[in-house]
């Protein structure tokens, strides 16, 4: 008798315990809770974000490491043949300790080699006239970039710091042509693909307007794209993450494995192909400008 008084007492507190932790109430499951309040998804910035990986107003403010300067919505300079100047850690005026121009920036790579072993990692950051950030980026093998593509204006300040830091700046982009320029030479069929590196772009100029799919990217971090327009800027972050979903062939195996199905009615069952993700896709128009900072590259494709 008392063994089964403890059995039903059993099983009147465990039900009781389950609805207590899972928030049940006679109204149903209660909503997720953040901070102690509800939290209600927003649906339209859920649809957006699929089809654009645009962050929405009121989060962009946490993808800003620092205030950029509006000098990012004035037309991108252009290359010229002056002689490729070497930055070491410290500070330099543009206009003054080195020209003004279109650049690119490349790393020195480090030297592992047992007699040398000399790691060099340097951080570069440009500022305006008004103390606001132009362009920051982390150069080093795997944990940083390598190079980058950017405008250096008269009356900026670029900072380097780091470990054996040596950055170069080149004013030819022809003395640089990455794997990419190269393959663009040789294959006339990617004409409907752009590949951009870290740094400025300015559409019409490096960039034709239009709308484009975001391939592809690769990157040390998540990265982000800085997308200047109509005098307001539009934050994109880059993820490879896209919610790849099972098909159903794939659904139907992990059935089998529990289910006593026959083979003729496996047979019988429809099979799709993979789910494939959507891309999501960005509008550029004449005039924009981009900004990527601490991306090794990043392909867009013609939508």
Not at 17 to 28: D, E, M, P, Q
Not at 49 to 62: F, G, L, M, P, S
Not at 94 to 120: A, C, K, W
Request: aromatic fraction near 10%.
């Amino acid at each position: 008798m008392k063994q089964l008084f403890q059995s039903k007492k059993t099983l009147i507190i465990v039900p009781v315990l389950f609805l207590i932790l899972t928030g049940c109430s006679f109204a149903g499951i209660r909503s997720p809770l953040y901070d102690g309040k509800p939290v209600e998804p927003n649906e339209l910035a859920i649809k957006q974000y699929d089809q654009t990986q645009q962050i929405n107003v009121e989060n962009e403010a946490y993808y800003f490491r620092h205030p950029l300067s509006d000098s990012l919505f004035e037309p991108s300079l252009e290359f010229s043949d002056k002689e490729t100047v070497t930055l070491n850690v410290g500070t330099y005026e543009v206009g003054e300790d080195l020209p003004e121009g279109r650049v690119i920036l490349e790393g020195h790579p480090s030297d592992f080699s047992p007699q040398v072993f000399t790691i060099r990692a340097g951080n570069v950051t440009v500022f305006d006239d008004n103390g606001l950030v132009t362009f920051e980026n982390h150069f080093q093998e795997r944990i940083g970039v390598m190079q980058a593509v950017v405008d250096l204006r008269e009356g900026q300040t670029v900072n380097v710091d780091g470990e054996s830091s040596e950055i170069y700046v080149h004013y030819n982009k022809k003395t640089l042509l990455n794997p990419f320029d190269m393959e663009a030479d040789a294959k006339p069929e990617l004409a409907s693909t752009e590949t951009l590196r870290a740094g400025h772009y300015e559409v019409g100029k490096h960039i034709e307007a239009g709308s484009y799919m975001l391939e592809d990217f690769a990157a040390p971090r998540t990265a982000v794209l800085y997308h200047f327009t109509e005098k307001t800027v539009k934050v994109v972050e880059l993820t490879a993450n896209r919610g790849l979903k099972p098909s159903a062939s794939e659904l139907n195996e992990a059935r089998y494995e529990t289910e006593d199905v026959s083979e003729e009615d496996k047979k019988d069952e429809q099979t799709d192909a993979p789910y494939q993700s959507v891309k999501p896709v960005i509008h550029l128009k004449e005039g924009d400008k981009l900004y990527l900072p601490m991306l090794d590259w990043l392909k867009l494709k013609v939508n």
